[in-house]
Each structure stands twice: as C-alpha cells, then as structure tokens.
C-alpha cells in the first residue's frame, strides 16, 4: 500500500532524498504500480476480476494493477476505506456502492475521470459519452450533476427458481409474479415438502429489502429524510418476518442462504442478478431466474445495485495510471468478460449489440433476460445525505436481524430506527 506525503528516508549521507527505487508506487522494472479495491467474492466475479487484472498487467507497458477484494460488500470496503484514510493511505480505483456515493464524495479526495482526461488524455475526449447514454451516467453524479465516477456495475434484483421444487408442490412452474403470491408459494412448498420456499439475500446491505418496499410504494429515503416506517414499509417487513416465523422463508447470513439455494434446499432465491453464473454454474436442478415480483395494482420499482468506478489516487501519475486501467476495463471485450462472470447487466452501450461483446451470449443466455427486461423500472439505490449513510444503512441492516431474527415488533421497530437515523441527520 502507498503512503501518501509520508516517506522516511535514513541515513545522514542520503542527501538527495529517496532513491526511485524506495518509492513504494513503483515495481522493480519501473511500472506505477495502483491498487485496484472490488467487492466481488469468488461467487460473485471475484475470478474473472484477477482475470481481467492478470491479462491488463501483461499487456501494459507502464502500469501494474494490484486487487485487494473487500468482504462486507461495499460497506465493508468504505469502512476499510476510511481505516487506511486514516493512516494516511488510500487505494487508486475503488468499486463505490451506489448507495454510498454521497458519503464517498463528502469523506474521500477523489478526483473526476472526467477532469483526468480533460487534462492528460484529449484522445479520450468523447470517451464517456459515446460509451453511456445520460441516464445511466446520471447513477454516477452527485446533486449537482458531477461525475463522481463511472458507471461500472448495474444490477437487478431477480428471482432464481428451483423449478423441480416448484412441480413437485404442484406450483406455476413459471413462478411468484407477485409478492402475495411469493408468500403463497413459500408456505406451499414448505407444507408440502417440509423445505424453505424463499431465501431474500441478506449480505451487509439492505437493497433487496428497499426493492420490496420502493415496489409497495414506499420510500427508504424521502426529501432527504429516513422514511422507510411508513405504511408501506412496514406491510413489506411484516411479510418477510410472516415467512420466517412459519418457516417459509429461511434467515440466516447470506452465504448460507444462496448455498442453500444451490443445495436444493430452498425454493426460491431473490438476490442480485450478478450471482447467476456461479448458480447457474452449480445448481443440479432446473433453475431459471425470473423477473422480481411486484405487488398487486402497484408499478414495479427495481433499485439499481451494483456500483460506480472511482478513482481515489494521490499523485497525477497515479491517476493517469489509474485511467488507462479503467479504459481497459471498458473494452467491449472485457465488459463482456465481466457480465458472463457475473450476470450484470452492462452499463455502456456498445456492449449488448456488438458481435464482439454479448449479442450472441444475451440471446442464449435466458437467465441473463429478466434483468436487461426490467431496466425500464430502474429506480437510483436509496443514498441517504452527507456523512450518515454508513451508519444509516448499518442501523437498517440492525433492523431488519432484529424484525427477522429476533421476532421483533415490525412497526415499533421501524419506527424507532427511522427515528433515530433522523435524529442524526439533523
């Protein structure tokens, strides 16, 4: 890890300062060397991350990229963030959650790929936007319409269905359409096969429950306010503790639950769609992904989860280095590497209709389908003002284990975590 301003240099006789070859952002044949910060566990794309860094390192001349993956999710990796922020240390291109992109701007020095090209790569002046179209970018810009980063991965919240499980218990083998009848299904199949019907992905963020909540027509965050104990919310919460009290859904960390999944332990799997080539890859059963389930009479809203590319370099050498690592990441090429690894849905134009990229893989792939379908419901990830939103979102990942874990009261406890996070907010 680099230092950043802090150097010591020993010796009475060392005159000149340190040699080149101290300089901790250098490797021994004078490559700067970056460090490259993902979320992406083996079962989420963590392979072909070290793929994609392993072929740009052999093919740059001046640049060596080194990953560090961060459990947690991208809580995790802010938190890690601002443990070597207060050493004095940062990392070079960093995965930024789409729910923490304010609480990055207002904690971190960053700089804007933007601002990079502008002064160091005119080749690359209509790079951004030939490569997104405005609303994808806007996902990546603060208030003011700045880009904070870059748009890197988008995911869908879908529904994996054990369709073996599904005909057994005499269901649609199509699957739940709505949140009503995901709860009918799950209690079906756990009467009737004495197995878990639905697994809800619970990693160390909220966003699959913002889904079920934002698609009942109620809001995690309103006018910049905690608003997720309304009428609405708590209908969803109550729901998923309904399930997990008569067994139908299963609660436990989100490891267990996807392998589970995967087992054929469990009937029904709602997470992120970048999980379906590891299931797909490991599932002995027929399994198919589906579009999430909306509510009754209500409009669908799909939070995009995923995350932005930012660059967080100290030096103007670092930061070069650090662009010319992105750029490469956004080759149609290698967009289409890091979807068929991990089932995101691209971000950039070029790649879904590109011989080269996915046109051929997206027409095979019926998996891949449901989420480039409900695109058109994308709503942005809840991201609560200034510097609250890791706390925010650790109090709401502490209410949904109490609710869902501790049989909690569902309305007295929404209603004391919002509480709470607005207390802080003022």
């Not at 990796?77 to 443990?83: G, K, R």
């Not at 502008?118 to 810009?141: C, G, H, R, V, Y």
């Not at 975590?417 to 003022?426: A, F, G, S, Y």
Request: hydrophobic share 35%.
């Amino acid at each position: 890890m680099k230092k950043i301003g802090f150097l010591l240099c020993i010796g009475l006789l060392i005159l000149a300062g340190c040699s080149a070859e101290g300089n901790s952002n250098k490797t021994k044949d004078g490559k700067v060397k970056i460090e490259y910060w993902h979320v992406n566990a083996e079962t989420q794309g963590g392979k072909t991350v070290k793929e994609l860094v392993k072929d740009f390192n052999a093919q740059s001349d001046d640049v060596y990229v080194q990953s560090k993956y961060n459990p947690d999710m991208y809580k995790g990796l802010i938190q890690n963030m601002m443990s070597e922020a207060a050493g004095g240390r940062t990392p070079d291109v960093v995965q930024i959650g789409w729910s923490f992109k304010n609480y990055y701007k207002d904690n971190f020095e960053y700089t804007s790929p933007e601002a990079i090209i502008n002064e160091s790569f005119p080749e690359d002046k209509e790079f951004i936007e030939k490569k997104f179209d405005d609303k994808m970018l806007s996902i990546a810009q603060d208030e003011k319409g700045e880009q904070l980063g870059l748009p890197y991965s988008v995911s869908s919240p879908v529904m994996f269905i054990n369709k073996d499980i599904l005909r057994k218990a005499n269901l649609d083998e199509s699957g739940p359409k709505t949140w009503e009848e995901v709860k009918t299904y799950a209690e079906t199949i756990r009467n009737k096969s004495n197995q878990y019907g639905v697994f809800i992905q619970e990693p160390a963020d909220s966003w699959a429950q913002q889904a079920i909540v934002d698609s009942n027509g109620g809001n995690i965050v309103k006018d910049g306010k905690a608003s997720f104990a309304s009428e609405e919310g708590v209908e969803a919460y109550q729901l998923m503790q309904d399930m997990v009290k008569n067994k139908s859904a299963l609660h436990t960390n989100d490891e267990q639950g996807q392998q589970s999944f995967i087992n054929g332990e469990v009937g029904m799997l709602f997470t992120t769609n970048a999980k379906q080539t590891h299931i797909k890859d490991n599932a002995k059963f027929d399994v198919e992904a589906i579009e999430m389930p909306g509510w009754e009479g209500k409009e669908k809203k799909v939070p995009a989860g995923g995350s932005m590319l930012g660059i967080t370099s100290d030096t103007k050498e670092e930061q070069e280095a650090s662009w010319k690592f992105m750029k490469y990441l956004y080759k149609v090429e290698n967009m289409a590497k890091w979807t068929k690894g991990t089932g995101y849905v691209p971000p950039s134009n070029d790649v879904v209709d590109d011989p080269n990229g996915l046109k051929a893989y997206v027409a095979e792939n019926e998996m891949m389908q449901p989420a480039i379908k409900q695109m058109s419901n994308v709503v942005p990830w809840a991201a609560f003002p200034g510097n609250s939103g890791l706390e925010a979102e650790q109090q709401i990942i502490d209410m949904r284990d109490k609710i869902l874990g501790e049989d909690a009261d569902v309305n007295q406890t929404m209603k004391e975590t919002q509480n709470r996070i607005n207390q802080e907010l003022d």
